[in-house]
C-alpha cells in the first residue's frame, strides 16, 4: 500500500485530482481544497502523505498535506455510512483541529454546515467520531487545540450566528471561517462580528 508520495506536479484539475510524477511514473491523487492550496504551482516539487483506497471497482489514492489530516481521513472513513467523497467534503469544511473541537463540543449544527450531512447523519458522526479520534466526552474544549479550554463563543450562540449566516445565503465553509474564532457575547454581538469578519474576507 501506498503511504506517501514524493514528486513534482504535473497537473490539477478543478475536480481535486492532481498528478503528482515520481521518478518517471504519474499518479492520480484525489485531494481536498486545503492540499490543494498548499502544493503550489505545477512543477513544483511537493510531498503529500497518502491514502491507499481500494475497492472491488476502484483502486483509489487521496493525498494529504499534513498526517493529521490523513489521520482525521482515514478516521471519518471508519464511521458508518462515510464514504472518500463525504470524509473530504467534512475536513474541507472543519479541518482536524476544529474537527475536534467541533465533536468536543457536541456541536451539531457545525456538522450539518457539511453539504450532505442532516441533523441525524452529525448525531450519529459525533458519537462514532469521539471514540475514532480520542475526544473526551463532555468535557469541552481540550486546551491543546486552541490554547484555552476557556476561550471562545459557547455552542450555543455559535449555532444561533451559524443558521443566521446561512439565512443570509454565505457558504459552509464561509459560515465555519467565520464563526471559528469568535469572542465571547450574546449571538447579536456574535452576528455583527461575524458579519465583519466575512466582509472584510470578500
Known amino acids: 500500500m501506498i503511504g506517501s508520495l514524493r514528486g513534482t506536479l504535473t497537473d490539477r484539475s478543478v475536480s481535486g485530482e492532481v498528478l503528482i510524477e515520481v521518478q518517471g511514473v504519474g499518479y492520480r491523487v484525489q485531494s481536498g481544497p486545503s492540499t490543494m492550496a498548499r502544493l503550489g504551482d505545477l512543477q513544483a516539487d511537493v510531498f503529500v502523505w497518502i491514502h491507499h483506497h481500494v475497492r472491488e471497482d476502484a483502486d483509489t489514492l487521496y493525498g494529504f498535506a499534513t498526517k493529521g489530516e490523513r489521520d ?4 471519518l472513513l471508519g464511521a458508518h455510512g462515510v464514504g472518500p467523497a463525504l470524509a473530504l467534503a467534512i475536513l474541507s469544511v472543519h479541518p482536524p483541529a476544529n474537527l475536534a473541537r467541533v465533536l468536543a463540543e457536541d456541536d451539531v449544527a457545525a456538522l450539518c454546515l457539511v453539504p450532505g450531512v ?5 448525531a450519529r458522526l459525533l458519537i462514532e467520531l469521539k471514540s475514532r479520534l480520542d475526544i473526551p466526552l463532555g468535557d469541552g474544549v481540550p486546551a491543546d487545540l486552541n490554547g484555552d479550554a476557556g476561550a471562545g463563543a459557547s455552542p450555543s450562540a455559535r449555532a444561533d450566528v ?14 465555519a471561517e467565520a464563526t471559528r474564532q469568535l469572542p465571547d457575547g450574546d449571538a447579536g454581538v456574535l452576528l455583527k462580528e461575524a458579519l465583519r469578519l466575512l466582509g472584510g474576507a470578500r
Open 72 to 75: 482525521a481521513f482515514e478516521a
Open 118 to 122: 442532516g441533523k441525524k447523519t452529525a
Open 162 to 175: 451559524r443558521d443566521a449566516l446561512a439565512g443570509l445565503g454565505y457558504t459552509p465553509e464561509e459560515i
